[in-house]
Structure formats: structure tokens, C-alpha cells
């Protein structure tokens, strides 16, 4: 690189639950700029999955988080050429990292569901992604897979 790394900018906990992991996953939602929006339809969605969840001793929080941590990777592949060929290297992934594509992935997928508002559609992709089931936990299977196929082209590593 030229310059310099960018420093980390701190993000402020969100209003309601007080985490910083809610402001970063409303800041993936948010669409035109549009902040108190992207709140609402998680707020909404929270309240939603609070109605619905059958685990009675967690939070709606709580089933977020662990939705959450059902979708995000832990190694994926990276393609790498050696000697004129490209080979599908599977390499771990950095913490943050894990957390934007499991964001991401929660998000992309929730957008594609078939419900009438996003905040159902996203409340809708946290439950089945607390059950291990939904798009976004099938994204991570076949990334895990991918990597577990090519696990044989490791030594590529750099």
C-alpha cells in the first residue's frame, strides 16, 4: 500500500440495547443514508422475533446474536495462480471479517424472502438462521464445503 492503513473508527452503541454490534449490522442495512429507517425495520424485526422465538429464556437480542453466529464462516477460498493455473485456495478468515459476511449474507438473503415488509423478512431470516436453516446458513455450508473440497491445495498458502 502507499499510504498508509486507515485508523478504525469507534462506533456508538445503538439507542435501545446499548451495542455496538446492532449499530454495525443497522449500518449494512441502511440504504440511501436513511440511519433512523434502518432502526426502525431492525427494531421492528427484533420486536417480531421476540413474538415469535420459541426459546423462552433468551432475548430477542440473545436470538439475533446467536443467529448471527450461526451464519458467520470460518474459512473460505481465495483464488491464487500457480504457474498458469488458479486454484481455490481455503484460507481463515480475519474476525471482523466473519462478522460483515455473516451480516451480509443475513441481510442479502432476508432482502430475497417473500414476506411484506423487510422487517418480517429480516425477522423471518433470524429465526431460521437461529434453527440452522435458511439461505444464509446454507451460504456458509457451501463456502465450508468449497473449502473442505479443496482443502487438498493448502500448501499454496501464502
Known amino acids: ?16 440495547f446499548n451495542d455496538q ?31 415469535k422465538k420459541q426459546d423462552e429464556e433468551k432475548t430477542a437480542l440473545q436470538v439475533f446474536k446467536d443467529a448471527l453466529a450461526n451464519v458467520t464462516p470460518h474459512v473460505e477460498v481465495r483464488s491464487r495462480r500457480v504457474g498458469g493455473a488458479t486454484f481455490q485456495i481455503p484460507m481463515p478468515i480475519r474476525p471482523d471479517r466473519k462478522l460483515s459476511m455473516g451480516m451480509k449474507w443475513l441481510i442479502l438473503f432476508a432482502r430475497k424472502r ?19 436453516e435458511g439461505a444464509a446458513v446454507k451460504k456458509r455450508m457451501d463456502v465450508h464445503k468449497m473449502a473442505e473440497a479443496n482443502k487438498a491445495f493448502s500448501h499454496f498458502r501464502f
Open 1 to 16: 500500500m502507499r499510504k498508509r492503513k486507515a485508523k478504525k473508527r469507534p462506533l456508538l452503541p445503538d439507542p435501545k
Open 114 to 132: 417473500n414476506e411484506k415488509s423487510m422487517a418480517q423478512k429480516l425477522a423471518a431470516e433470524i429465526l431460521a438462521a437461529h434453527k440452522e
Open 21 to 51: 454490534l446492532v449499530t454495525r449490522f443497522v449500518n449494512n442495512l441502511m440504504w440511501d443514508g436513511k440511519k433512523s429507517t434502518a432502526f426502525n425495520v431492525f427494531y421492528n424485526a427484533i420486536d417480531i422475533v421476540d413474538a
